[in-house]
T-cell receptor
């Protein structure tokens, strides 16, 4: 079992839909990161969470430390949100990566 | 600069040649990471610097790979006797401190193609 599990692996939705990507982890962490990578592009950090909830524009990230679970939500999704979304957890200096969720938003 | 800068953005070389990839992190960031990403795969950890020292180089695949950060800022990843299997995007990331305490910032990557 991987230490960081993401679901779904692939997600296709229509423009405007509310999107949820989930991340579960099995180890004690110092923080959890949500990252975005567009096809052929670099990696961009969206959020770093150690508790609670953060919001940036149409993106919302939550974390439940007791349940070892985090979710990334996208409201009013748009085709430009199409990318791979990666959950990664940090333990000291180490970063343990999830496999990523490939999101496609159709117009 | 405002972000993590990596040069060159693209490098094409022949098998057996020597290659250097440079990473200029955000000013003041003490933590610096090198990752390698092959097509369709997630990033693979190579090495982590805290300041000038390589705190963890366990991800370097073999002794053809070496990285330095002599003054605690710019880092250079060096690959000797390149092989076709070294072809990948090499990503650099920096953080103000331990990655659990500070956000991680990535460069755009250096795409290496070994012919």
């Amino acid at each position: 079992k991987n230490e960081v599990e993401q679901s779904p692996q692939n997600l296709t939705a229509q423009e405007g839909e509310f999107i949820t990507i989930n991340c579960s982890y099995s180890v004690g962490i110092s923080a959890l990161h949500w990252l975005q990578q567009h096809p052929g592009g670099g990696i961009v950090s969206l959020f770093m969470l150690s508790s609670g909830k953060k919001k940036h524009g149409r993106l919302i990230a939550t974390i439940n430390i007791q349940e070892k679970h985090s979710s990334l939500h996208i409201t009013a999704s748009h085709p430009r949100d199409s990318a791979v979304y990666i959950c990664a957890v940090s333990i000291s200096y180490q970063l343990i990566w999830g496999a990523g969720t490939k999101l496609i938003i159709k117009p | 600069g405002a972000g993590v800068s990596q040069t060159p953005s693209n490098k094409v070389t022949e098998k057996g040649k020597y290659v250097e990839l440079r990473c200029d992190p955000i000013s003041g960031h003490t933590a610096l990471y090198w990752y390698r990403q092959s097509l369709g795969q997630g990033p693979e950890f190579l090495i982590y610097f805290q300041g000038t020292g390589a705190a963890d180089d366990s991800g370097l695949p073999n002794d053809r790979f070496f990285a330095v950060r002599p003054e605690g800022s710019v880092s250079t990843l060096k690959i000797q006797r390149t092989e076709r299997g070294d072809s990948a995007v090499y990503l650099c990331a920096s953080s103000p401190g331990l990655v659990g305490t500070g956000e991680l910032f990535f460069g755009e990557g250096s795409r290496l193609t070994v012919l």
